[in-house]
């Protein structure tokens, strides 16, 4: 997480002291000229940084500002170049900063937010301020430079996020388990059939924590886009044929009529790791029998379309309101947190499926009806 | 058992198993239970059936824990029930934040059963204390502080406290076993509209308590959160 950071840094001290020489321009015709080159090919560096740079001289005229900073500032350079810093950057915080290092040749470094220009959305900026050195050491003004940190701190409130769902999660289950075991160690005079339900409660309290757990090292290992994925030509037809043997005992108890629709003469070659691709179809078709009421339908259903294979799990169930079908895929989002529970779900199956469909370089659709059903299309690439 | 016999005490939760627990513990105490795993019928619950104490889920489907607790304090009928938050999350800022809104208590998960026997009774004996003239003599083994003439005595020998501390003092000792926030000290033993950080309450905390001596323990400190005075001298 540190390391935009650390690059913002040493881009800026770099930068100080390559801008004193490129700023400089000055010496006999040869050294102009090969100072000139070097300028030249400074300013297409500065230009191409992500970073937004402006430089001021001891006066506070800015020498050059990159085209990051015109964007930030909503600026052009060419008016800017020459004019007081203070009519650029309208901002008593990043001013201050400036003067102080310009006072103290100490570098400054906060982090602000910056209003945007033109309808933009505020940015949270690292601002860092640098004295600007020229060649024989002596301080000839300062460089700024703007970090944009705005993606990072969401994605750092993300993961806390995250931390505070997985933690919340796993303190439930185990809250259970410890009040009724020691409940039970506490009362030693407790009937029997009070004693037999508490247990079976601890138990699947204790599976529902273990699929939590399943889940959520299946959903690191596949959000992890620096692990590698097997990729080995598998037909996809015999994958759902398994996950549709592993859901049928569970259809059965509710009376679902669970229907295959493959057909039987093709194969669907497509290049995926075998357990991944088995966790989508485990997902769709659990999901699709938990959310269907006893007598309903679950249908899976395979086909090619140009270059890709097409898998629809489409049930029979109580459906999705439109409000949420944006959100499904979303970690520990649900739609009905009681529903979800009492049924077993963890929250996490359906960001899950998406991962996966993603890192096989293919997708995953929802289409919902409240009171009708739902049906989720898996979209992959066709093997050559 | 005849303190608790009658007793009504509402359980908002939205784990069945916990709400089975905490049912079954109260229960065996004495205590009438009723409860829900949804908050709008919480809420009803708490106007419906009155209860003396609610245990509080934070996070709840329908009304969030919080929601309810503002609620029951700012209505005149339910604002004499007394709250005990129930938390997963143990984030301070939410415990704060009910505290503030006027909860007496809180648990976090997973938290013994025995435990919350205990917060539930000691939060009810609270209630009934409190209901009490606050004048006279209030005695906190080595602790005895009187009220009337404006002076702490610790085994004994007198000692000198400021007015905050003095106020600061008195506020938690009266509620021994109850969390006190910064700014509930604040508003208690400083006064409402004046202008103190929380910080400063540390301060005079830490003054107050090096003049306790040997008795500086019963302010115990939670961190995250504020301060308590430990009840029973801190010998339960």
Partial sequence: MNVPLLIAGSVGLLLGVSLAMFLR??????????????????????????????????????????????????????????????????????????????????????????????????????????????????????????????????????????????????????????????????????????????????????????????????????????????????????TIEEAVEQIRPAAQKKELCLVAELPSDESFPVEADQEALRLVFDNLLSNAVRYTPEGGRVTVSLKKVGKQVWSEVSDTGIGIEEEHLDRIFERFYRVDKARSRELGGTGLGLSIVKHITARLGGGVLVQSRVGEGSSFRVHLPLAE | MNETKGTRILVVEDEPDLREVIRYNLQGEGFELIGTGDGEEGWRLVREQHPQLVLLDLMLPGMDGLEICRRMKEDEATRGIAVIMVTARGEESDIVLGLELGADDYVTKPFSPRELVARVKAVLRRDRREGEAATGRLVADPIVIDRDRHEVKVDDRRIDLTPTEFRLLEALATSPGRVFTREQLIRQAIGEGVVVTERNVDVHIKSLRKKLGDARGLIETIRGVGYRFLEDGGKA
Wanted: with cysteine.
């Fill in chain 1, 25 to 238: 321009r000055e010496g006999p015709d040869t050294e102009e000229s090969a100072a000139a080159g070097e300028g030249a090919q400074l300013a297409a560096i500065l230009a191409s940084m992500t970073e937004g740079v402006v430089a001021v001289d001891r006066e506070q005229m800015v020498l050059h500002m990159n085209a990051e900073a015109e964007r930030i500032f909503d600026r052009r350079s060419i008016q800017c170049v020459g004019a007081p810093v203070w009519k650029i950057i309208r901002n008593p915080e990043i001013l201050d900063m400036l003067e102080a290092t310009l006072d103290t040749g100490l570098e400054q470094e906060r982090e602000m937010l910056i209003p945007s220009s033109g309808g933009a959305p505020v940015r949270r900026m690292e601002v860092r301020v640098a004295a600007l050195r020229q060649g024989d050491g002596e301080r000839g003004g300062a460089v700024m430079v703007f970090h944009d940190v705005t993606r990072l701190r969401h994605l750092e409130s993300v993961r806390r996020d995250f931390v505070a769902n997985v933690s919340h999660e796993i303190k439930t289950p185990v809250a259970s388990i410890r009040g009724m075991v020691e409940t039970m160690l506490d009362d030693r005079e407790m009937d029997p059939d009070t004693q037999t339900r508490f247990l079976q409660r601890v138990f699947a309290q204790t599976r529902r924590m273990g699929r939590l757990i399943d889940d959520l090292l299946a959903l690191s290992r596949f959000e992890d886009d620096e692990l590698p994925l097997r990729r080995d030509r598998i037909d996809m037809r015999r």
